[in-house]
């Protein structure tokens, strides 16, 4: 007789033999069904439900993998992704040596950590889902353009990350654009980013309140990671959110546009003019943000080049060019 299945001791098992790569339920799930036939096809025999075919008895395991926090608080070395798919992985490092870790490129060559990316590498991939899932025009913020002339400190945590621009007006007839631009009415949205490629336990606040201080000055603010990860982040980011304001996407490397906004921000109905000057004083890549804005105020257009942080989403020469949504 085939020794009993005992699913979350075979996922620890497989998880420990692959140190830091990431799976999700079903995937383990497939691994355990291949690796161990007779225990399965025991467990298959014994259970009170009738499976008609492998696919069904697989999506019986996945189900019993996915109940995570019994998983996780039998052993602590696996750990969970926030957002969707959630993956599992094992890792002996604390989540402070975790999120110490991304700072420091680690080569490609190490199964499932692809830490050979930086934060420089999200920018342009947040720019692809901002204006395709948001219409929101976005444009990276390069902190060694300030002036740095407060001393080495002087303007910690005022820089975001990237900024964007979202027109109200694009499809809005043409004699309504023309009567708001009369009366002065808001026809666009600032949004701030701050990006970091891991949020967990260890450094959510530090990330989180920086974002609250680089995006004071916007009408929506967000934190923006490659991973989430850890049981309860979510919850504590949520709980902060709530006081704050500030809003969470889960950006997905690989394809852009499957990314999530897991805690939709809230809006500030006014830009705050007093901090967005004191950034515009210091960062001349925002002074030229806030040109921008100053243009399309004036005259309604959007000049497709002055959002050149798409480049390399689609398009010829590894630009994408942006068409107005003007009517």
């Not at 900024?163 to 600032?190: F, H, I, N, Q």
């Not at 934190?223 to 709530?242: F, H, K, N, P, W």
């Not at 515009?280 to 040109?291: I, M, R, T």
């Not at 105020?297 to 959007?302: D, F, K, L, P, S």
Request: proline residues 4%; aromatic residues 10%.
């Amino acid at each position: 007789m085939a020794p009993k299945l005992n699913i979350h001791e075979r996922v620890f098992e497989f998880l420990r033999s692959h140190p830091e790569e990431r799976f999700t339920s079903r995937a383990i799930a497939d691994r355990i069904f291949k690796q161990y036939p007779d225990e399965c096809a025991e467990k298959r025999k014994k259970s009170s439900q009738e499976f008609r075919s492998d696919e069904e008895f697989l999506g019986q395991l996945t189900a019993e993998i996915a109940v995570y926090h019994r998983l996780i608080k039998k052993y602590p070395q696996v750990r969970l992704t926030e957002g969707r798919p959630r993956k599992l992985y094992f890792s002996e490092k604390s989540e402070a040596d975790e999120a110490e870790a991304v700072e420091i490129p680690i080569p490609s060559t190490v199964p499932g950590l692809d830490r050979s990316k930086s934060e420089n590498d999200l920018y342009p991939k947040l720019c692809q889902f901002l204006y395709g899932e948001l219409q929101v025009r976005a444009k990276r913020i390069d902190e060694k353009t300030s002036s740095n002339r407060y001393g080495k400190s002087g303007n910690h945590w005022i820089h975001p990350d990237v900024v964007g621009l979202e027109d109200l007006a694009s499809d809005w007839d043409p004699s309504v654009r023309d009567c708001v631009g009369k009366t002065g009415d808001k026809r666009a949205r600032l949004w701030s980013f701050e990006v970091k490629l891991l949020v967990n336990r260890a450094n959510l606040r530090e990330c989180f309140f920086q974002a609250v201080s680089n995006s004071s000055w916007a009408n929506f603010g967000y934190l923006v990671a490659d991973e989430i990860i850890g049981q309860g982040t979510l919850e504590e980011l949520r709980m902060l959110s709530a006081a704050h304001g500030i809003g969470l996407i889960r950006l997905d490397f690989e394809n852009p546009s499957d990314s999530q906004i897991i805690i939709p921000a809230s809006e500030r109905r006014d830009v705050n003019w007093g901090a967005a000057s004191r950034l515009s004083s210091e960062n001349g890549d925002f002074k030229g943000f806030l040109q921008i804005v100053r243009r399309f105020h004036e005259n309604g257009e959007i000049n497709e080049n002055d959002w050149h942080e798409l480049r390399g989403a689609t398009g010829e020469n590894g630009t994408h060019r942006v068409k107005s949504r003007r009517g």
